[in-house]
């Protein structure tokens, strides 16, 4: 899940992977994607609160992950710096 799948009224239009990611895929994809406004990715996190726990951990560090390899390919390179932060606090966790 991304900002891009919610629609007015509140929708998500979007889950072809539901039930196949770890716990929480889509609240780490959703505030992967909200890392550009601090404050939009700390309500995330505070709506979310399996971002953080244990059960979470692998969701977080699979999207990061995988949108560092995005930035690889060319994509979301203004991803880069907040991307590369938030992989760096997965490792010390």
Do not use: K
Not at 37 to 62: C, Y
């Amino acid at each position: 899940m991304h900002w891009a799948n919610l629609t007015e009224p509140l929708r998500l239009p979007d889950w072809e992977g539901r039930g196949t990611a770890p716990e929480g895929f889509d609240a780490a994809t959703l505030y992967a994607y909200s890392l550009l406004q601090p404050d939009t990715a700390a309500r995330v996190r505070t709506a979310f609160p399996v971002l953080g726990s244990p059960a979470g951990l692998a969701a977080e560090a699979t999207v990061c992950a995988q949108l560092l390899q995005t930035v690889a390919r060319g994509d979301n390179l203004v991803l880069e710096g907040p991307l590369q932060n938030w992989a760096e606090e997965l490792r010390r966790r």
